[in-house]
């Protein structure tokens, strides 16, 4: 069974420079790039009109965006090494310039942000997982080793339980938020990890990379649970719908693809560019409809709705 | 550096005469070796001994001459065994064993090879550069020859390959007319025209390492004195193509880390004869490794450096082309290529490439490069890097992705 996609327009050019990271609101879409400004783009207008651009956010660029739950408070990490807090007031943002103070000098690669904004996890160049908590003052309250190996990228799951890692060597890691302690190792992929997404529920963990699959983890035992094959190039992005009906990936010859959980094989395929797509998230459901935004190296966010009817 | 006189070109010779002594000393040692393998495991001595060269503590200033000279009682030796004590002897053994084999080959084959293109060889087993350097030297000083003998040659700056005419005046100072020799880059005069109108297939390379073992070949070297280019680093590439879809008629240049002041000047004299001999504006390209390095000897050779400022407006190369490598250019055809050939980054290159975004124009936001800010910025990304000898296992070798490549961007 197939389900079909169809695009509903884009924001071209959106970025002058690559865009590495996206995130979502309820009614926008926030994308960061290799230029230095943070872009807000409406996702509720038709033409997915440019609301906002925060100038000078990050000099020599950002490469993770990440968004709280209800689209109060945003967390960039740019190529400078520098994490920045943001929040929202009817729509528009600005500078947390006491939490961002509070992070200085946090070291993070890949970073998220837990359902309520409180949390924020972060993974190292060196490999090492750190939580801050912004409720009181960015305290350091986690600081996990692993084996060394580049934190490429770093998942909260929903329910705030569990933190995953990817990492450069292949390993995945989970921790518990409670104890600390990896309840379990999972066998990881022989190359490096580009994504990790916990399902809404928490129960299923996705990650992929350059090994061109993504695999699934039961959470609760930490075996796999399913291969999903049929990218031909490296993995970037996972993102799963409000449901956990669907996943979403994104890949380096800018094919997205969309999976359905229950029959565990790929329903749609896209293929609009040919570079890489850095960046692929469901849109919140509009009416019964579910849609998704990529963007990556052809500097435009393309938005996606399901064909309905 | 031997430099060239002003008016002469010289061509580097590959002496011929061979010192019989180092065939000896790796005959002896690998025979040594096999001998030890058909003993029984308590008997055998599998080790090779090497005579160190003294460390600079064991130096002494030379009364009379003033020089810096080996004190002449520090001679150690130090004994490699397999499986040795510890697991960083053995390794160290299979390198020097590796090595000689190299040097073996080498030797055998007639061709020259430098310490750079040994280590790129295996650079996941050599580890680090200095590796390699260091047991080249202590293998030459064990057999009591110069480094030449073992066929490793210094890098050389700045070669041109290639036909052109340098004039001065109304004189023709060099005719070059080969496309198979290299030459030492001429110096350039105020006036001076380079005249490449009849050139066919040209190339120049700057401090190009000399012919590596197992590298591919560009044409047009069907000489007995076969040399093989294209290891190391490159720096840049030209081409002019005359006439759409015809053969692209190329002077390359290769080079090995950043251009010198001889090599941009010679450059920039060509850049600038051009236009004088040609109705087509020609195309100037450059290939580096996808690297922070390769990425800077690249803007170094378009916008020059920041240690010259006052000259970088007489060296500049505006019309140079990005030719390659992108990290993306090994992603993208991973079948041909191998996306397993990239090399995670170093903490260095972390950090180099974040000091070139953050500190040079070129870089930023706003400025000339957008595509170089973006490749750096992937490269963190991906936290990968591609080096061109990748290249010689794809179709047509590096001459061949080269040929593709730059018919892909006319």
């Given at each position: 069974m197939s389900k079909q996609y169809l695009s509903r327009g884009s924001a071209d050019n959106a970025h002058i420079i690559d865009i590495f990271s996206l995130a979502i609101t309820d009614k926008q879409i926030l994308s960061t790039s290799g230029a230095s400004s943070i872009k807000v783009h409406s996702t509720t207008d038709a033409d997915f009109p440019l609301l906002q651009s925060i100038d000078g956010a990050h000099t020599i660029g950002c490469h993770h965006i990440v968004t709280n739950g209800n689209g109060s408070r945003a967390i960039t990490a740019g190529f400078d090494g520098e994490v920045k807090v943001w929040s929202c007031q009817d729509g528009h943002w600005a500078a947390d310039a006491k939490l961002t103070a509070d992070l200085s000098g946090a070291d993070a690669w890949a970073i998220a942000l837990s359902e309520d904004g409180q949390y924020l996890a972060g993974v190292t160049q060196e490999g090492r997982i750190n939580v801050w908590d912004l409720a009181t003052d960015g305290t350091r309250i986690r600081d996990h080793e692993t084996?060394?190996?580049?934190?490429?990228c770093i998942d909260l799951s929903p329910d705030g339980r569990l933190i995953a890692s990817g990492h450069e060597d292949g390993a995945v890691y989970i921790f518990t938020t409670e104890t600390g302690r990896m309840p379990f190792s999972l066998s990881g992929l022989v190359n490096p990890v580009r994504a990790v997404a916990f399902s809404p529920k928490s129960r299923i963990l996705a990650a992929a990379g350059d090994s061109k699959v993504i695999v699934l983890y039961d959470t609760s035992s930490g075996e796999q649970i399913a291969n999903l094959s049929g990218h031909s190039a490296w993995i970037l992005s996972l993102s799963w719908s409000d449901t956990g009906e669907y996943l979403l990936s994104s890949s380096f010859d800018g094919k997205v693809k969309v999976w359905s959980m229950e029959t565990k094989t790929c329903v749609a395929t896209h293929s609009e560019t040919d570079k890489a797509v850095w960046s692929a998230k469901w849109l919140p459901k509009i009416g019964k409809t579910e849609g998704f935004a990529t963007a990556g190296a052809n500097r435009s966010i393309a938005f996606y709705r399901e064909a309905t009817g | 550096m031997a430099m060239a006189e002003p008016s002469t070109i010289h061509t580097l010779e590959i002496d011929d005469g061979r010192d019989p002594s180092v065939q000896e000393f790796i005959d002896n040692t690998l025979a040594a070796l096999i001998h030890g393998l058909s003993q029984s495991p308590t008997e055998a001595n599998l080790s090779i001994t090497l005579k160190r060269r003294a460390s600079p503590t064991a130096c002494i200033i030379n009364p009379i001459s003033g020089a810096l000279e080996a004190s002449p009682r520090v001679e150690t030796y130090r004994k490699y065994s397999w499986p040795g004590k510890t697991a960083h002897e053995a390794w160290k053994f299979t390198v020097i064993l590796r090595i000689l084999a190299i040097l073996d080959q080498a030797i055998r084959t007639g061709q020259l090879i430098s310490k750079r293109d040994i280590y790129y060889i295996d650079p996941e087993f050599f580890r680090v550069q200095c590796t390699v350097d260091r047991i080249v030297d202590d293998l030459a000083y064990t057999i009591g020859v110069n480094r030449t003998a073992l066929n490793v040659e210094a890098a050389a700056k700045g070669l041109v390959v290639g036909e052109f005419r340098l004039i001065r005046g109304s004189h023709i100072l060099i005719d070059a007319q080969s496309v198979t020799e290299d030459s030492l880059i001429p110096r350039i005069e105020d006036g001076d025209e380079i005249d490449v109108s009849r050139h066919q297939y040209a190339k120049s390379l700057s401090a190009g390492s000399l012919p590596p073992v197992g590298a591919n070949k560009f044409p047009?070297?069907?000489?007995?004195r076969r040399r093989n280019y294209g290891h190391g680093k490159l720096g840049v590439y030209f081409s002019m193509f005359?006439?759409?879809?015809?053969q692209p008629n190329s002077t390359l240049k290769q080079g090995k880390g950043y251009p010198d002041f001889m090599t941009r000047t010679f450059l920039r004299a060509m850049s600038d004869s051009i236009p004088n001999q040609s109705r087509r504006p020609p195309s100037f390209y450059v290939l580096t490794d996808g690297d922070p390095h390769g990425m800077a000897i690249m803007s170094t050779y378009k916008y020059c450096s920041a240690a010259h400022l006052h000259q970088n407006a007489r060296l500049s190369m505006p019309r140079l082309q990005w030719l390659g490598l992108r990290v993306t250019d090994i992603i993208a055809v991973p079948e041909v290529l191998g996306d397993t050939a990239l090399l995670s980054l170093t903490i260095r290159d972390r950090k180099k490439i974040m000091a070139m975004l953050r500190n040079s124009p070129v870089w930023a936001s706003d400025g000339p490069e957008p595509e170089w800010r973006a490749e750096l910025q992937r490269m963190l990304v991906l936290n990968m890097k591609a080096e061109i000898e990748i290249l010689y296992g794809c179709q047509g070798g590096l001459e061949g992705w080269i040929n593709r490549r730059m018919f892909r961007q006319e």
């Open positions: 084996k060394g190996s580049f934190g490429t | 047009h070297q069907s000489t007995s005359r006439r759409r879809n015809e």
